[in-house]
């Protein structure tokens, strides 16, 4: 930061003392009121501005200003200012593709050799990121009212003990209304039937059901992700319906749609997965024991800056508006649209089925396709 510079006022009193016989920098600047260093420096300029002392306090304020000031009339070189627009679409924010801002300043400085140096390039990119931030409307979160579900990229693993095989596991995480209560679990996939049990878990585990869900645009919750008409999965949907909530996808590209979660996901990474980075488990169940061992540790850990902690916010808010659970569980089935064959048998996973409830009306009748939902025995 630049050092200020000295009012006028106390100049004229530093060149008035100077007049009436008064020496030495630290009587001077007991006069002025000004620093003995700071007063050894405007005698410098004094002398070099080619007036007398008594010359300079005869002028007036501009003119003693400009004397003891005078601009730099040196010609700064003209650099070429990158073209800022085509750095951000390069870094393709929210994509990876290795760009990174030190590569396209030695790029630029390849184009142009006496350009700006990185950290002028970076402190420049970072007064155009913030001229074209777009605003963003505050969201005001409504107690037990949305769910937030997501997958942590870090994944977690166990190791079958007979076979010493690593199985990666995805970390389903969600994040609650008001208080933010987390609950995390580990999966073999992210396919249907477990995006489906990770969420039945989730319900049972907060003790009610949200009234919105919102999931990211993975392919177990949503077909093909649309910025106002999503196409949702039949199944999820026939899940939904059971527990009595709705769906309400984030849009594509648009983190900011269900923050809470993304912050969720940042929190279960860095005190769950962290620390049981160095751990061994040896089945699917026991790595979960592990994970919610810690999850109830940070779900009861007080905030930093206010009081409370996710689990006495959850019970004084979110817990009371969340709707009931139902009585019976939901019952998992897979949507197939199958081609029957000449003797009204269907091909399912490489298995031949005759749908057994169709026989007393398929006698007779000839079909090309019919549309079956195989229901899980359990």
């Given amino acids: ?3 200020r510079r000295t009012s006028l006022k106390k100049i004229r009193k530093l ?59 040196k010609p700064k070189p003209e650099k070429n200012l990158p073209d800022y627009e085509a ?26 050799p006496d350009g700006y140096g990185l950290s002028q390039f970076n402190e420049h990119y970072r007064r155009f990121r913030k001229r074209n931030k777009k605003s963003e409307m505050h969201q005001d979160r409504i107690p037990g009212e949305r769910l937030y579900e997501d997958y942590s990229g870090l994944k977690m693993f166990f190791v079958n003990r007979e076979t010493g095989e690593k199985h990666d596991c995805e970390l389903f995480v969600t994040a609650l209304g008001l208080s933010g209560k987390i609950y995390t679990e580990a999966t073999l996939t992210q396919q249907i039937p477990d995006w489906l049990a ?8 907060y003790g009610g059901v949200p009234w919105l869900m919102i999931p990211d645009c993975l392919k177990s919750a949503i077909i093909k992700g649309h910025r106002y008409d999503p196409i949702n999965n ?13 769906i309400l996808s984030a849009r594509p590209l648009e983190p900011r749609d269900k923050g809470l979660v993304e912050n969720a996901v940042k929190m279960v990474q860095m005190w769950i997965v962290a620390p049981l980075r160095n751990r061994t488990f040896f089945s699917l169940q026991e790595l979960n024991e592990a994970v919610w061992e810690k999850l109830e540790l940070f779900n009861n850990r007080e905030f930093s800056a206010r009081e409370g902690s996710r689990q006495s916010q959850f019970e ?36 031949t089925v005759i749908p057994e409830e169709s026989l007393h009306f398929l006698a007779g009748v000839t079909f090309t396709k019919m549309v079956f939902v195989f229901r899980s025995i359990s």
């Fill in 316 to 351: 004084e808010f979110d817990l009371p508006a969340l709707k009931p659970l139902p009585v019976k569980r939901f019952e998992y089935a897979d949507w197939k649209v199958c081609k029957v064959g000449p003797d009204y048998r269907i091909q399912y996973k490489k298995f």
């Fill in 87 to 112: 750095v951000d679409k390069a870094l393709c924010r929210g994509k990876k593709n290795g760009v990174t801002r030190t590569l396209l300043w030695q790029e630029y400085i390849e184009r142009n």
């Fill in 15 to 73: 060149l008035k003392s100077i007049t009436e016989n008064v020496r030495g920098s630290r009587r001077l600047s007991e006069y002025s009121g000004m620093s003995h260093t700071k007063v050894t420096t405007l005698i410098k300029k004094f002398e070099s501005s080619g007036f007398t002392f008594q010359e300079l306090l005869d002028l007036d304020d501009s003119a003693l200003d400009s004397a003891i000031h005078p601009k730099d009339t």
């Fill in 234 to 246: 039949k199944t999820f949907e026939a899940f939904c319906d059971h527990y009595g909530t709705a």
């Fill in 198 to 205: 990770s969420n039945e878990n989730a319900f049972h585990y």
């Fill in 1 to 3: 930061m630049p050092n």
